[in-house]
């Protein structure tokens, strides 16, 4: 914490893909996330005693191995779900066939909630840049490639959508398997050592553009997490377009409403779209982007606290009706169609990280959703996108998409999830910094 | 063969979505909620 290291990313309990390693030796087996949203290798310690979690998951028994060595750094990590606390140890750890020798890792002695209680897997092991690693700890990932086990230093995930549990699919580390994926790879490179991190462009409903990351959004490829999340913007879109039930905005029908015809006319006279919302009184615009009228003054604060029209949440509706606004006048949509669709989208805004259930019956009718990754589009189709909970008459499907905002400049960001890395066999290239996607075989 | 390539390949176990697991999730969600996040991303 005191490193400042950020790491939090991932639903772990969503998380659907795991690995069996081995630590120690002999080796003790544990079910492990290979997680490239994360850097640390941690597993539940024997002496983890009031922790229900831990007596659910097995355990690591310092005691029991030849190969233990005590370092006793004392390590916590605070996901967002959840939280684990222990202490560094360092002992072989078996990948595979492979032995990685003097590894890091943290002996969780304490995973305190229901996060951890009731998941299926026992530990995480973390395949995420150092910089990110809490403790700087080295990651295992870098330790093959220190003692030679690999002889190239790429890894790849290869997720069988197909297979019935128990046969999830395969990671690869030293390449790719060639009968894993159809056609070239497209590579991006990682703009931001830590995740895995790089550029995409825009994200089409249908075809048509959502606007949002037309001029670029980060993206991160988290093999540790089940979803796919991105800005509210694009979210609230595609709810409308598959009908996922979302939450009623009032703010966002009130910006309509009131400010609606306004900014539509801002637009018309080509106002530049990122002063629009401070021009009609709603955000101040610091240069750069959008900010709440409400930092001003704590008296201002006050005030607008009074009138309800100046806060956080009508600076975002308002940011958001802007791009959508936008983004229809060049479709060459008339301003009463503009206007009522806009409404409607008000009615589509999803919660932050939660899921959206749609009807199993109207797979048909929805739209492929691309993402534009190296300037080419990554298509999901509906049966990749939405997932399906139960059998038969009992079966409920839930959106693959959830909302999260994650302010400049570090994003607008997407977090690409095992959604997206079902359908697309992606490569994490450490040699060469970059990532790599390939429609899945 | 694999070794003969140079790769070290780890089968992978799926676990499907189900009720229990969502509940679960919600739960954990509003957990860490009250965690505060320090980490987070977000924050």
């Known amino acids: 914490e005191d490193e400042g290291d950020i790491v939090a990313l991932q639903n772990y309990m969503n998380a659907q893909y795991f690995g069996e390693i081995g630590v120690g030796t002999p080796p003790q087996k544990f079910t492990v996330i290979f997680d490239t949203g994360s850097s640390n290798l941690w597993v539940p310690s024997a002496k983890c005693y009031f922790s229900i979690a831990c007596y659910f998951h097995s355990r690591y028994k310092a005691g029991q191995s030849s190969t233990y060595k005590k370092n006793g750094k004392p390590a916590a990590i605070q996901y967002g779900t959840g939280s684990i606390a222990g202490y560094f140890s360092e002992d072989s750890v078996t990948v595979g066939d492979l032995v990685v020798k003097d590894q890091e890792f943290i002996e969780a002695t304490k995973e305190p909630g229901v996060t951890f209680m009731v998941a299926k897997f026992d530990g995480i092991l973390g395949l995420g840049f150092q910089e990110i690693s809490v403790g700087k700890a080295v990651p295992v990932w870098y330790k093959m490639i220190e003692q030679g086990l690999i002889s190239d230093p790429v890894f790849s995930f290869w997720f069988n959508r197909h297979a019935g549990e128990g046969e999830g699919g395969e990671i690869v580390f030293g390449g790719m398997d060639p009968k894993h994926y159809i056609g070239e790879h497209t590579y991006v490179p990682v703009t931001q050592k830590g995740y895995w991190q790089f550029d995409m462009g825009d994200v089409l409903v249908g075809g048509k553009s959502t606007g949002f990351c037309a001029g670029g959004c980060a993206a991160i490829a988290d093999s540790g997490t089940s979803l796919l999340a991105g800005p509210t913007a694009i979210i609230t879109e595609i709810n409308e377009k598959i009908g996922a039930a979302g939450v009623v905005s009032q703010e966002c029908k009130t910006v309509v409403s009131q400010y609606g015809q306004q900014i539509l006319d801002l637009l018309l006279a080509e106002t530049q779209p990122k002063k629009i919302c401070s021009q009609v009184g709603l955000c101040t615009f610091d240069g750069t982007r959008g900010v709440s009228a409400g930092i001003r003054s704590v008296v201002d604060d006050e005030a607008e606290k009074s009138n309800g029209l100046h806060s956080d949440p009508m600076c975002n509706a308002c940011e958001m009706a802007v791009v959508w606004m936008q983004n229809q006048l060049s479709q060459n949509k008339t301003q009463d169609v503009i206007l009522n669709y806009i409404n409607q989208l008000c009615d589509r805004l999803p919660s932050p990280m939660g899921e959206s259930s749609v009807d199993c019956g109207s797979l048909a009718s929805m739209p492929e959703i691309e993402f534009t990754i190296g300037g080419k589009k990554f298509a999901l189709k509906p049966e990749e996108y939405i997932l399906k909970v139960g059998e038969g008459p009992a079966a409920q499907c839930i959106s693959g998409f959830t909302a999260m905002d994650i302010p400049p400049p570090r994003g607008p960001l997407w977090i690409l999830g095992d959604v997206f890395m079902g359908p697309y066999h992606t490569v994490f290239d450490y040699g060469k910094l970059r990532v790599g996607f390939a429609k899945a075989a | ?43």
């Open chain 2, 1 to 43: 063969a694999s070794e003969a390539e140079g790769l070290v390949r780890i089968a992978l176990k799926k676990r499907p979505i189900d009720q229990n697991n969502r509940v679960a999730t919600r739960l954990s969600g509003e957990e860490g909620q009250h965690l505060g996040g320090a980490n987070s991303l977000g924050s």
